[in-house]
């Protein structure tokens, strides 16, 4: 007697689909790191000021101040200007006194253009000496 073999063919089944969480976990690590780590690269160097205070004047000299209002207006000590008298008034006192100081104040609403104008003025007529005037918080 012969024994055959009993033989199933087995059914294979396709699989059609990857499972995709193992992937998802790693894309949102990446994510997390990279959204940690770009502001640091973005920063560079990290820097710390120095604290500094400013050196009183000398009650002989009073500082020259140069104001621009909103409208862009140019005043020297509280008196209307041109740009291009300015330019002439402050030539003037560089060559009267080398260390003549000068304070700008500019108007927050004010183009930044319009004050860097006046810084270009008073480093052409070589005045070193001059402050930007914020308002203390």
Same mark, same amino acid.
């Given at each position: 007697?012969?024994?055959?073999?009993?033989?199933?063919?087995?059914?294979?089944?396709?699989?059609?689909?990857?499972?995709?969480?193992?992937?998802?976990?790693?894309?949102?690590?990446?994510?997390?790191?990279?959204?940690?780590?770009?502001?640091?690269?973005?920063?560079?160097?990290?820097?710390?000021?120095?604290? +500094?205070?400013? *050196?009183?004047?000398? $009650?002989?000299?009073?500082?020259?101040?140069?104001? &621009? #209002?909103?409208t862009g207006k140019v005043f020297l000590n509280n008196t209307e200007i041109l740009l291009d008298d300015l330019e002439q008034?402050?030539?003037?006192? +560089?060559?009267? *006194?080398?260390?003549? $100081?000068?304070?700008?104040?500019?108007?927050?609403? &004010? #183009?930044?253009?319009?004050?860097?104008?006046?810084?270009?003025?008073?480093?052409?007529?070589?005045?070193?000496?001059?402050?930007?005037?914020?308002?203390?918080?």
């Amino acid at each position: 007697m012969a024994l055959h073999r009993l033989s199933r063919k087995k059914q294979t089944k396709i699989i059609n689909n990857i499972d995709m969480t193992s992937l998802i976990d790693l894309t949102f690590l990446l994510l997390i790191t990279f959204i940690i780590t770009m502001p640091a690269i973005e920063q560079g160097i990290s820097v710390r000021l120095p604290q +500094a205070k400013s *050196d009183v004047l000398p $009650a002989d000299k009073k500082p020259n101040t140069v104001s &621009l #209002d909103v409208t862009g207006k140019v005043f020297l000590n509280n008196t209307e200007i041109l740009l291009d008298d300015l330019e002439q008034t402050l030539g003037v006192l +560089a060559a009267e *006194d080398p260390d003549v $100081a000068v304070l700008i104040r500019g108007d927050e609403r &004010l #183009d930044y253009g319009k004050i860097m104008d006046v810084v270009k003025i008073l480093y052409k007529v070589k005045i070193t000496r001059m402050a930007l005037v914020t308002q203390t918080e």
